[in-house]
């Protein structure tokens, strides 16, 4: 049973913030996947319309805190293909989050988030080379996954590795469509009332300080740890939890 907004709990607090300090230790080493990780885990416990304004809350403040050291390595050229259609995709994105059941966006979340997984173990070596035009279908998709259920940034990843193979750059890109992406959630969550839930801003700065701990574990990890090896177990519990959310909404 999912929980209603004004029935949500301390203890669903606590889980919560849990969930988000792991996914943004995986934010830390990797500058993306958080959402990805965070998103499913965090539905079995609180509505989808509560958790993805939230993340973007804390997204806006880590992000940019990560981007502000990477910037100047940022691919602008290819950002700027990638930006209109994804900003097209984040409005369409937030008319299906006001408007659909919440059953049939957890169902499509399940399976997007399980297909991704699957997608991840298999695959394997270095992306393929992707054409500028690819930039439209992926920007759109993108946006619109972000907004819907802040899980768009693994598309943005796919067609950024596919036009650039140098890793700085790369990471530094990724990171700069990340800010464009949650400062353009929260301006749209903003204008469709999102945002108004004053519970919404509780749980938002009691979870701060643990997913600031979580983003410094993971800086100092970076360097200590197999990123290929966290990143194959956290691809493993996307289908996990992908798997979940379809068994509970079917």
Known sequence: ?????????????VVAGLILTCAYVIFGMTGFGQNALAIPLLVLFVPLKFCVPLIALLDMVFVTWTATKFRKHANY???IALLPTLFIGLIAGTMFLSYLPERILLLALGLLIGSYGIYSLLKSGQADRLSRLAALPFGFLSGLLSAAFGTGGPVSVIYLAGRIREKA??????LIVLIFTTATRIVIFGVND??????LWIWWACVLPGCFAGVRLGHYLHDLVDN????????ILLVLSG??????NI
């Open 77 to 79: 050229p290819e950002l």
């Open 228 to 235: 290929e090896t966290i990143l194959r177990a956290v691809r």
């Open 243 to 248: 798997l979940i959310l379809v068994w509970k």
């Open 194 to 199: 999102f945002l108004e839930n004053r519970k």
């Open 169 to 174: 750059t790369l990471r530094a890109s990724i």
């Open 1 to 13: 049973m999912w929980i209603a907004l004004h029935d949500l709990s301390i203890v669903s607090l």
